[in-house]
């Protein structure tokens, strides 16, 4: 382990929230934000930023596409779709990862005090040590470093109830768009297998498959009596 990517951070319970001092997007200083270790629900990827108009960062990245970063007990959140050149954690560095400009007007990324969110897509490429007598983070390149940062190519956003997977959302001008996918409609199989035995996490997975693959998803539309039909979505980067 490289004592030179030690971060030293503020006092912190083992269980609690740990602020970083230090941290960057593209060379800009981001001067404080929360590093939770966070898992699919809040930030999938690598970066919510909470504070985005302080900042400028929509301009900056020429963030347009609004999505749904994931969903809490509040509902779900929402942001601006980006991609920095790179995350600096002290002196470890993270490029190109997939980042979210959160539009919540409220909740915990609404709070002024908070700049940020590090989610899982960075927290996989290091092995991560905390240090709390020494008050120090340290990031540990693994294997998973250097690997890119994908986002969904389908432009769905799911989730699973009593009869299927739900769309929550179809993003505007995205592979399911296309495909005529709406929100409210039920998947019940995709590539012909039922989605009773595909976990969520497995789904989602599916579709950041490789640009230019094909999806088959056996859907239902929304409303009665609708008979199922299969669509196909060819997945794309969206970001």
Do not use: C
């Not at 004592?3 to 929230?17: H, S, T």
């Not at 009773?196 to 094909?214: C, E, H, K, N, Y």
């Amino acid at each position: 382990m490289e004592e030179r990517l030690g971060q030293e951070v503020e006092p912190a319970e083992i269980d609690g929230e740990i602020e970083l001092r230090q941290a960057g997007v593209g060379g800009d200083l981001v001067e404080q934000f929360e590093f939770l270790g966070a898992g699919e629900h809040i930030s999938a990827h690598a970066f919510l930023f909470a504070r985005r108009e302080r900042h400028g960062l929509a301009a900056k990245f020429g963030a347009t596409r609004e999505v749904i970063p994931g969903s809490g007990v509040g509902g779900p959140s929402r942001a601006l779709l980006a991609r920095a050149a790179v995350l600096e954690l002290g002196e470890a560095q993270v490029k190109a990862p997939v980042t979210y400009l959160s539009r919540q007007t409220s909740g915990a990324f609404a709070n002024p005090a908070l700049a940020g969110n590090v989610g899982y897509g960075v927290l996989r490429q290091f092995d991560i040590t905390f240090d709390y007598a020494s008050r120090q983070l340290f990031l540990e390149p693994n294997a998973n470093h250097g690997q890119p940062d994908v986002h969904d190519r389908a432009g769905l956003w799911l989730e699973r109830g009593e009869r299927g997977i739900e769309v929550i959302e179809v993003v505007a001008d995205s592979p399911a768009a296309a495909a005529g996918l709406k929100a409210g409609d039920l998947i019940v199989a995709i590539d012909g297998k039922a989605v009773s035995a595909i976990a969520l996490p497995d789904v989602r997975a599916l579709l950041r498959a490789a640009p230019g693959t094909r999806v088959r998803l056996r859907v239902v539309a929304a409303g009665a009596g609708k008979a199922p039909k299969d669509v196909v979505v060819a997945l794309k980067d969206l970001v």
